[in-house]
């Protein structure tokens, strides 16, 4: 028999379960019934003689006493009303006593104790019927038992941490018919990308779906950065369930959602690596104008089914009532103090917000939070409310910049500075720098606990744990709100690139300045290039090879990402210290390249850099042109791997009449990779778009370099039937578990009726 305490129900939940409970139980219609204005009715079956009042009393925070208190009041109500029968249901557990003890409450007769149903029977009824517990989603997803066997499934990967936030989060969930989309999806294709403006509940759907499996057994893979790293953990037959949030965000195709180095394939080779393999899934969430952007750049993904995986979340697909539920939940269930809770309820003001255009889940968690709101006292809470309505960005920019200290500021600019997300092992390094100098700048006084502070500051309202003791942004609005902030006050840009202690966050500020919006970003790092030159000679030459008992291992962005930075700048603020340093940095690479040799696809992203330069000197570029094609075919020859020579092919003029040596290299590379790489990519394809790439791959040598692969592709076709009629079954017929109907039409009155509710004690 289930177990549950009931404590993740509001009181309209409560209600509502006890209708579907008694419904199933007595095989009759039970309307709902004026709850807050009715006078002491809940629930009614209402049939010929038969007038059945259902009282549903909740009291989980007043207890026994409570509930016998306000019964005194209620016996009086129930002998107006003089029902042919009379039932009470609470979620408080009763004992025989408890039972007696509340029906000598009443007169003589009118409540009868097999009439009085507590926590146990309720229990019992759900056992029962299995059904309507199914179709209560937050039952089991907040119950004690289904977290301990989730916690069980999720304590060897990185998702305890967020199996447990959904449990905590798990009362003020309202279910839209996203989640039994979500899931079907899920069972037929094994992917599902789930899509939506800011705001707008992605995240928590995605939080949802990948609960739900860990119940079942499956074992989460939280991705931080890229698909490359679910890849390398990927285990052919076993349950797992791959979880990326915002993967085209920052982390993925940048701010101005351009893929680069190949990032769609990779993508697109792992979601068939997924769908070939029936007990895997992928979870990815996007904000829809990035998504958007992606498939508008890139031909790939245009041409690829990518969007036959996308369950899409906007505001006009929750129905007034499931707006209300939300704002109504989070209501019950929040610390605000009673006067904010009345200036809510006062004039139905509630009824504004839910119907507004820019009604959306954040806003309503937002307004909600105590400590979000404590600076706006309970006769401005209304207009403070309107005003976020108005321009939902007040949310975080209005603490921005009044309510959070400076080295909050510091703490929210390094993150942005990486990507938005920092491991507690960067973490005081990277915020001293920036911090220190900042405080230098702007003369503002520091202290050894600014960072602390930063973070007690912060944590719940622009950050969130990560993993063990890291942190990342709590919502990708807020790395959107720091990208605003960054290209309007474009000094910041210039702070961040001096206080840096890592080459890749000078490479951050650079990505936001290739937007249309960044052109301010430009501007001033081209006024203060001697106050950015030192620190970024500094970090472009640090070393990035380790020498230790195991040998030897490298770090950092690669020398070739650097060099391709460092043009790009050069060539958008010509004739300063940066093309100056643009010489010295280029010696670094060659010097690299004799050491450890070059890394053939950032070589092919900088070749192309150089293509594109119109405001450098042509004898620096030609001659940067001509070493690196030089040292990159001199590789390959060695070994390279088909991605890497595509990738070649593909930069590199290859018309053999005009430039015989390129030719001659690139085809000396490619016997190479017939003889030392060809047979082990193959045996290592694990999904249908991995044979196509490498096909896509052999037809393009033998276009442009002119060799013969006619055997070589004859191998992959083999391989791949062979492969796919050992491995690929299709996806089973399971829609998940726990859906339940659509909304019908509802109307102001029943929304009036809920929020009655919060007006007394429940």
């Given amino acids: 028999m289930p177990d549950y305490d009931f404590h993740q129900l509001s009181a309209h939940d409560l209600e509502i379960l006890t209708r579907d409970l008694l419904q199933a139980e007595w095989k009759v219609p039970i309307e709902n019934f004026k709850a807050g204005k009715d006078g002491g009715v809940d629930l009614r079956f209402a049939q010929g003689p038969s007038n059945v009042i259902i009282q549903v009393k909740h009291y989980h925070k007043t207890g026994f006493e409570g509930l016998c208190r306000d019964l005194a009041k209620e016996s009086v109500k129930v002998e107006k009303l003089n029902p042919s029968r009379y039932i009470l249901v609470t979620s408080i557990p009763l004992s025989a006593g408890n039972k007696t003890t509340i029906a000598n409450i009443f007169a003589p007769g009118r409540l009868l104790v097999q009439d009085i149903v507590g926590q146990e029977g309720l229990n019992n009824l759900l056992g029962r019927h299995p059904d309507v517990e199914g179709k209560h989603f937050k039952l089991w997803l907040a119950s004690r038992a289904v977290l301990d066997r989730v916690l069980h499934n999720a304590a060897v990967t990185k998702s305890e941490f967020k199996a447990k936030r959904v449990y905590e989060q798990a009362k003020r969930y309202v279910e839209s018919s996203a989640y039994s989309d979500a899931m079907r999806l899920l069972a037929k294709k094994g992917v599902v990308i789930i899509a939506g403006p800011p705001g707008v509940g992605k995240t928590t759907l995605a939080d949802l779906v990948l609960y739900s499996h860990l119940e079942r057994g499956y074992q989460a893979i939280i991705v931080d950065r890229d698909v490359e790293e679910a890849s390398r953990v990927f285990q052919p037959g076993?349950?797992?369930?791959?979880?990326?949030?915002?993967?085209?965000?920052?982390?993925?195709?940048?701010?101005?959602?351009?893929?680069?180095?190949?990032?769609?394939?990779?993508?697109?080779?792992?979601?068939?690596?997924?769908?070939?393999?029936?007990?895997?899934?992928?979870?990815?969430?996007?904000?829809?104008?990035?998504?958007?952007?992606?498939?508008?750049?890139?031909?790939?993904?245009?041409?690829?089914?990518?969007?036959?995986?996308?369950?899409?979340?906007?505001?006009?697909?929750?129905?007034?009532?499931?707006?209300?539920?939300?704002?109504?939940?989070?209501?019950?269930?929040?610390?605000?103090?009673?006067?904010?809770?009345?200036?809510?309820?006062?004039?139905?003001?509630?009824?504004?917000?839910?119907?507004?255009?820019?009604?959306?889940?954040?806003?309503?968690?937002?307004?909600?939070?105590?400590?979000?709101?404590?600076?706006?006292?309970?006769?401005?809470?209304?207009?403070?409310?309107?005003?976020?309505?108005?321009?939902?960005?007040?949310?975080?920019?209005?603490a921005y910049d009044h309510q959070i200290s400076e080295a909050s500021r510091s703490f929210l600019l390094t993150l942005l500075s990486t990507e938005g997300k920092i491991s507690s092992a960067n973490l005081q390094i990277a915020f001293d720098k920036l911090h220190a100098h900042r405080a230098r700048r702007y003369h503002f006084q520091t202290g050894p606990g600014d960072l602390n502070g930063a973070i007690r500051d912060l944590n719940g309202s622009f950050i969130k744990p990560s993993g063990a003791d890291g942190y990342e942004v709590l919502d990708p609005s807020v790395l959107d709100l720091m990208n605003t902030i960054m290209r309007e006050e474009t000094h910041n840009a210039v702070d961040v690139i001096v206080g840096a202690c890592d080459f890749s966050q000078i490479q951050q500020v650079w990505k936001l300045s290739a937007s249309t919006e960044g052109k301010g970003i430009i501007a001033a790092l081209a006024a203060n290039q001697t106050q950015i030159v030192e620190r970024y000679e500094l970090l472009s030459m640090r070393n990035r090879r380790r020498q230790s008992g195991?040998?030897?291992?490298?770090?950092?962005?690669?020398?070739?990402?650097?060099?391709?930075?460092?043009?790009?700048?050069?060539?958008?603020?010509?004739?300063?210290?940066?093309?100056?340093?643009?010489?010295?940095?280029?010696?670094?690479?060659?010097?690299?390249?004799?050491?450890?040799?070059?890394?053939?696809?950032?070589?092919?992203?900088?070749?192309?850099?150089?293509?594109?330069?119109?405001?450098?000197?042509?004898?620096?570029?030609?001659?940067?042109?001509?070493?690196?094609?030089?040292?990159?075919?001199?590789?390959?020859?060695?070994?390279?791997?088909?991605?890497?020579?595509?990738?070649?092919?593909?930069?590199?003029?290859?018309?053999?009449?005009?430039?015989?040596?390129?030719?001659?290299?690139?085809?000396?590379?490619?016997?190479?990779?017939?003889?030392?790489?060809?047979?082990?990519?193959?045996?290592?394809?694990?999904?249908?778009?991995?044979?196509?790439?490498?096909?896509?791959?052999?037809?393009?040598?033998?276009?442009?370099?002119?060799?013969?692969?006619?055997?070589?592709?004859?191998?992959?076709?083999?391989?791949?039937?062979?492969?796919?009629?050992?491995?690929?079954?299709?996806?089973?017929?399971?829609?998940?578990?726990?859906?339940?109907?659509?909304?019908?039409?509802?109307?102001?009155?029943?929304?009036?009726?809920?929020?009655?509710?919060?007006?007394?004690?429940?």
């Avoid at 778009?689 to 070589?712: A, H, P, S």
């Avoid at 083999?718 to 109307?747: K, L, V």
């Fill in 238 to 398: 076993a349950p797992q369930i791959f979880y990326f949030d915002d993967f085209m965000g920052a982390t993925y195709l940048g701010e101005n959602g351009l893929a680069t180095r190949n990032d769609d394939r990779v993508l697109l080779d792992f979601i068939g690596m997924v769908r070939s393999n029936s007990n895997s899934r992928l979870v990815l969430t996007t904000r829809e104008h990035i998504y958007s952007q992606a498939i508008s750049r890139s031909e790939r993904l245009r041409n690829s089914e990518i969007d036959d995986y996308r369950v899409v979340l906007q505001m006009p697909a929750y129905s007034l009532l499931q707006r209300a539920r939300i704002l109504y939940n989070h209501l019950y269930f929040s610390e605000l103090p009673v006067e904010y809770r009345n200036e809510l309820l006062r004039n139905n003001f509630y009824l504004q917000i839910v119907k507004h255009e820019k009604f959306n889940p954040r806003l309503i968690e937002w307004l909600s939070t105590f400590r979000r709101v404590k600076d706006h006292g309970p006769s401005q809470y209304q207009a403070f409310i309107a005003r976020l309505l108005t321009d939902p960005s007040e949310i975080w920019r209005h």
């Fill in 550 to 762: 195991r040998g030897v291992s490298f770090h950092g962005t690669t020398f070739e990402s650097r060099l391709l930075t460092t043009i790009e700048i050069a060539n958008a603020m010509p004739g300063g210290p940066i093309e100056e340093f643009l010489g010295r940095l280029y010696a670094r690479v060659n010097e690299e390249h004799r050491q450890s040799g070059p890394i053939l696809t950032d070589v092919a992203e900088v070749l192309r850099a150089v293509d594109l330069c119109k405001n450098l000197p042509r004898a620096t570029l030609d001659k940067i042109s001509d070493e690196l094609t030089t040292a990159a075919l001199e590789d390959a020859k060695t070994s390279c791997s088909g991605g890497e020579l595509a990738d070649l092919v593909g930069v590199l003029d290859t018309d053999g009449d005009q430039d015989p040596p390129i030719m001659q290299g690139l085809r000396a590379a490619f016997e190479a990779y017939e003889n030392k790489s060809f047979q082990d990519e193959l045996s290592d394809c694990r999904s249908t778009e991995e044979f196509d790439r490498m096909l896509e791959d052999l037809d393009l040598f033998q276009k442009y370099v002119g060799v013969d692969v006619d055997g070589l592709v004859r191998s992959v076709k083999e391989a791949q039937e062979e492969w796919e009629s050992e491995n690929y079954s299709s996806r089973d017929g399971d829609e998940g578990h726990h859906s339940r109907r659509s909304d019908g039409p509802y109307i102001d009155q029943e929304v009036v009726e809920m929020f009655n509710t919060l007006r007394g004690e429940n």
